[in-house]
């Protein structure tokens, strides 16, 4: 199980980063990928990182999110900056089967849906 925190109520153009830990099991040796579902609106894609740091985002968020990870701490962080009204949403991470092509970094999802964490951005 994967557990996202950092989340939280940030004004236009503020930012937030955001982390998912494992407990009881290592991140390394498979992808994790962010992703974020809106009020009234269907889960979607942010982005991915492969086991050995390579990435791959959706255009919303392209040049305004990094996701990183950190193996020794057991952790994935998605940095968040100049965050919109339309960024808000509760986030949430997964493990996927490291890919080969990016474009398959997305699924499938091995472990479940945690929690995730509210992001709420003021106009």
């Known amino acids: 199980q994967l557990v996202e925190s950092g989340g939280g109520l940030v004004q236009a153009g503020g930012s937030l980063t955001l982390s998912c830990a494992a407990s009881?099991?290592?991140?390394?040796?498979?992808?994790i990928a962010w992703f974020r579902q809106a009020p009234g609106r269907e889960r979607e894609r942010v982005s991915c990182?492969?086991?050995?740091?390579?990435?791959i985002y959706e255009d919303s968020v392209r040049g305004r999110f990094t996701t990183t990870r950190d193996n020794a701490k057991n952790t994935v962080y998605l940095q968040t900056n100049g965050l919109k009204p339309a960024d808000t949403a509760v986030f949430y991470c997964?493990?996927?089967?490291?890919?080969?092509?990016?474009?398959?970094?997305?699924?499938?999802?091995?472990?479940?849906w945690g929690k995730g964490t509210l992001v709420t951005v003021s106009s």
């Open positions: 997964a493990a996927t089967h490291d890919p080969l092509e990016m474009e398959h970094c997305y699924s499938p999802v091995l472990t479940g």
């Open positions: 009881g099991s290592s991140l390394e040796g498979y992808a």
């Open positions: 990182i492969r086991s050995d740091g390579r990435t």
